[in-house]
């Protein structure tokens, strides 16, 4: 397969130490899975650029809220080539983040601020999961944390975005 990071994206906010972390696989594909929120960009891309990506191939996007594919624009910027593999349901929401956007704001209040606004996405970077011919990618349908929810199974790791509880959460983290 080849090797594999986690780029940790560090929130300037009491509670969220641990809380964003990219993983980017590097080998015949490059891809990394989500991109954590739009405020976040820069540190993603310090992180790829320190792990000398030059490529990429995919992104994998487990769901479309906006701490997980807000920076997903920015992204795209650097890595022209990249396609985005998302549910076909969060096509809408990517093309157009305006009512993602404006549900976020009402729902998170000034955590969604803080986050940043996402941008909208070229329809032709997208991917509808239904439409994808990534090899030796399995994906999962898991609704619940949202309609549009996907798990990702490649390079034999098991990819959940928020379908399962997270771990390592240590006394003085949050």
Request: hydrophobic share 40%.
């Amino acid at each position: 397969m080849g090797e594999e990071h986690l780029i940790e994206l560090r929130q300037e906010r009491t509670g969220y130490k641990r809380f964003f972390g990219i993983w980017v696989l590097c080998g015949t594909q490059n891809v990394i899975v989500d991109t954590g929120p739009a405020a976040s960009a820069p540190q993603l891309m310090n992180g790829l650029s320190k792990l000398g990506l030059k490529r990429l191939d995919h992104v994998f996007l487990t769901h479309v809220h906006i701490d997980h594919a807000g920076a997903l624009g920015e992204l795209l910027d650097y890595y022209p080539e990249a396609k985005v593999v998302c549910h076909e349901r969060a096509v809408k929401h990517l093309t157009d983040p305006s009512l993602l956007w404006k549900k976020s704001v009402s729902t998170l209040g000034e955590t969604a601020i803080l986050f940043g606004k996402p941008r909208p996405i070229e329809r032709e970077r997208l991917i509808p999961h239904t439409n994808s011919d990534v090899k030796n990618l399995r994906m999962i349908e898991t609704p619940g944390h949202s309609a549009h929810h996907l798990s990702f199974e490649y390079g034999g790791k098991l990819f959940v975005g928020e379908a399962a509880a997270v771990d390592e959460w240590k006394a003085g983290d949050r």
